[in-house]
Every structure is written in C-alpha cells, then in structure tokens.
C-alpha cells in the first residue's frame, strides 16, 4: 500500500509540472520575443515631424505678440491672395499687420496676414482672427520659436528632419495645407515665409508661384 501511494504521489507531482499556471513564464518569454524592437531612427524621424507639425499648426501666439508691438505697427486692409487659404466665412477682410524692428534689412519689415471677421475685424484687439501668412525678414525675439532669421540649414534638420523640398535658394517644409518657405543664404535663413495655404497640393511650382 505504502508503494502504491508514493507511486500515486510521484504521478500527480509530475502532471502538476506541466499545468498551464507552471508553463506561464515560457508562455510569456515567447510572446515577448515576438514583440518588434523599436527602431531608434524611425523614432527619431517620428519626433521631428512631430515637432514639424506642432510649429506649422501654431508658430507663434499671435494675440501675445500683438500686445507687445501695439505701438510699433501698421495696418493694411487687402483681398487676400489666391494662394493664400480663405475661410468660407462672409462680412470678413484680409488684414497686413506691418511690424517695425530695431534693424530692418532691404526687403523691409516683417509683415503678419490675418482674416478678420465679424463685429471687431476693424479692431487690433480682435481676438477671433485667423493667421494666414507670416513674411519675416528681420530678426524678433518678440516672435519666439518663430524668430528663424539666421538659424543654419543644420539646425532646421535637427529640430524638424530633412523632408523638405529644395528650391534654388532655400528650402521648404510643409504639412497638409500649411508651408514653411526658408530662403537661405550662406546655409542660413535669410528670411522666411509661413503660409496657410488653399491647397495641400504643394509642389516646387506652386512654391515659385509664392516667392516670385
């Protein structure tokens, strides 16, 4: 009997090494090598355009920069043009802000394109317009992370990669409908223009369009 039971022991000890609870480690070792190993550069590229696309969506806090050059503007009232993106909004302008740095270089001063609509589209402080273009010529700490005069092509492709398209003197980045224009000189930003465009089709075409 005492053979019998030791026999009986030894058999449920060994089935029990081979229940699923016991095999759980092996399980999950096996579905962990399964899983991909993230690829360093992709991760890289991700992130640039990432940082790409969060600067064409909001490249500067307009209403902020605004408050801090109320004494050192003019204004302008225009019907856009063709490229640039008209909201299907009605009883609306196009306003040029023109904004007077400390140096202003040959092609003059920076200028800031709006679409204003509404009861307060004839008022500086109005809160409610849409930036459409950005012609910046002259260096601004006022602009923020949107003061590029002078930045190198280098430093472009390590905060935003190299996926851009090349013109006979700069460079240009773009996301869906809005574009960012550098016009290098010596492999820096000599000026640059951020448009929201009416198109996503952006091509070298559409870009001498833009700049000539």
Do not use: W
Request: aromatic share 10%; net charge negative; with cysteine.
């Amino acid at each position: 009997m005492k053979i019998g039971f030791l026999i009986i022991l030894i058999l449920v000890s060994s089935s029990c090494k081979d229940t699923p609870e016991n095999n759980s480690d092996s399980t999950k070792t096996d579905r962990f090598e399964l899983l991909p190993y993230p690829d360093s550069a992709e991760q890289e590229k991700y992130l640039k355009s990432q940082n790409l696309n969060s600067f064409l969506e909001n490249p500067i806090d307009l209403q902020k920069f605004k408050s801090k050059k109320n004494r050192n503007v003019t204004t302008s009232v225009n019907n856009g043009l063709k490229y640039q993106y008209h909201p299907a909004i009605s009883d609306s302008i196009f306003y040029g802000y023109n904004f007077i740095t400390g140096s202003i270089g040959p092609k003059g001063i920076n200028e800031i394109v709006v679409f204003k609509y509404g009861e307060n589209k004839h008022r500086f402080e109005d809160e409610s317009e849409i930036l459409i273009e950005m012609r910046i010529f002259n260096e601004d700490s006022d602009l923020g992370k949107a003061n590029l005069i002078g930045l190198s092509k280098t430093e472009f492709e390590s905060e935003f990669g190299n996926d851009y398209l090349t013109f006979d003197n700069g460079i240009a980045y773009s996301n869906k409908n809005k574009i960012l224009i550098l016009e290098m000189d010596s492999s820096k930003v000599k000026s640059y223009r951020y448009i929201k465009l009416n198109t996503e089709k952006i091509d070298i075409e559409l870009i001498e369009q833009i700049i000539n």
